[in-house]
């Protein structure tokens, strides 16, 4: 079972593209929302998490503080490494069984991650690899609008975020409208046709 990783910064239209892909019947494993699931599905990786920073990370009711974990993680590289150390093994392992579970469903799956390209650990998950990116006003809008974030906190995620596009297979410029976004995702693929069959 092949996979088409599908990266980018905050605001270029990742989950945008996801979706597209999803309802074309391919299968979409989203790193974020999979993330939180496992955070809850697991409170040990809580507890664990609070051991490494040292400091508590829930809220009143004993639930993930997630706005609280981000501030911590968000603004000290070092913390934010400590908290991967133990999360992303845990991805990782949560996308091979789901992967493996869809195998002979269809040709191949997408995985999409905004760290993919930052973190070696996943690299050799994909197939092909496909890059989001629009001008940084834009993304910046497009992610204060979405999450109802502060300009400073878009901006602070946008600066951390850094990408290596050695493995890049294709670039997709996410800069007009939607019916232009699909048209250049359905050419890139197209040309990723034999990477992922």
Not at 82 to 108: A, K, Q, S
Not at 135 to 140: A, G, H, S
Request: proline letters at 4%; aromatic letters at 8%.
């Amino acid at each position: 079972m092949k996979t088409l990783v599908i990266t980018g910064g905050i605001g270029s239209g990742k989950t945008v593209v996801a979706r597209y892909l999803s309802s074309k019947g391919i299968p979409v494993y989203d790193c974020d929302s999979r993330t939180k699931a496992i955070y809850f599905e697991n409170p040990l990786v809580v507890m664990d998490i609070e051991e490494a920073l040292g400091v508590s990370v829930c809220d009143s009711e004993g639930t993930l503080d997630r706005e609280k974990l981000g501030s911590i993680i968000f603004s000290d590289k070092s913390k934010l490494a400590l908290v991967e150390e133990i999360v992303h093994p845990m991805v990782y392992d949560d996308f091979v069984r789901w992967r493996d579970d869809r195998e002979g469903e269809t040709p191949f799956v997408i995985m999409e991650s905004a760290i993919f390209l930052e973190k070696p650990l996943f690299h050799d998950l994909a197939d092909a690899v496909m890059f989001l990116e629009a001008p940084d006003e834009l993304r910046l809008n497009r992610a204060m609008h979405r999450d109802n974030a502060s300009q400073d906190t878009v901006r602070q995620r946008m600066k951390a975020q850094h990408f290596d596009m050695d493995i890049v297979d294709a670039v997709i410029v996410n800069d007009a409208d939607i019916p232009s976004l699909f048209a250049k995702v359905d050419a890139a693929l197209e040309k990723l046709k034999e990477k992922l069959q």
